[in-house]
C-alpha cells in the first residue's frame, strides 16, 4: 500500500468511527463514547504521520507524541485538549480505572468532550483536505 493508499485508510476509519462515538452516546454509553472519540483522532493524527513521515505510524494511543512526530502546528488549546482526550483511551480500558472514569462520563461531561472531538476532526479533516489539493 503506497503512502496516499495508507493516509486514505486511516481518513476512512476515523469516517466510519465517529458516527459509532454519536450513537454510544445517544444510548447513554458515555465511556466507550469518549473511547471510540480519541480513536477517532488518532485515525487522523495516523493519517498526519504517514503523510510527513512517508512510514507506518507507531503503535501507540499517544496522540500528543503523534501529533509531536508531525508537523501538524496545534494551538495550546487543542494540545491540551489532546492530552486530556488521551485518559479517554487508557482509563476505559484498564478496570481500576474504569469505574472512576465511568463516573466522571455524566452526559454533560461527555457532551462536552464529544463536541471538542468533533470540533479537532473538522479541524483536522480540513487540513487533511486542504493538502490533497
Given at each position: 500500500m503506497g503512502i496516499k493508499e495508507q493516509i486514505q485508510y486511516w481518513v476512512e476509519c476515523a469516517e466510519r468511527d465517529l458516527p459509532v462515538a454519536e450513537h454510544l452516546f445517544?444510548?447513554?454509553?458515555?465511556?466507550w463514547c469518549l473511547f471510540i472519540g480519541h480513536l477517532v483522532l488518532e485515525k487522523l493524527i495516523k493519517a498526519?504521520?504517514?503523510r510527513d513521515?512517508?512510514?507506518i505510524p507507531p503503535k501507540t494511543h499517544n496522540l500528543v507524541q503523534l501529533v509531536e512526530a508531525?508537523?501538524?502546528d496545534l494551538s495550546t488549546e487543542q494540545k491540551e485538549?489532546?492530552?486530556l482526550a488521551n485518559k479517554f483511551n487508557l482509563e476505559a480500558r484498564y478496570p481500576d480505572q474504569k469505574f472512576s472514569f465511568y463516573k466522571q462520563c455524566d452526559k454533560e461531561?461527555?457532551?462536552d468532550k464529544l463536541r471538542k472531538i468533533k470540533e479537532m476532526y473538522q479541524w483536522l479533516i480540513s487540513r487533511i483536505q486542504l493538502e490533497k489539493k
Open positions: 445517544q444510548k447513554g454509553d458515555y465511556a498526519f504521520y504517514v513521515n512517508k512510514d508531525t508537523s501538524l485538549f489532546l492530552f461531561y461527555t457532551r
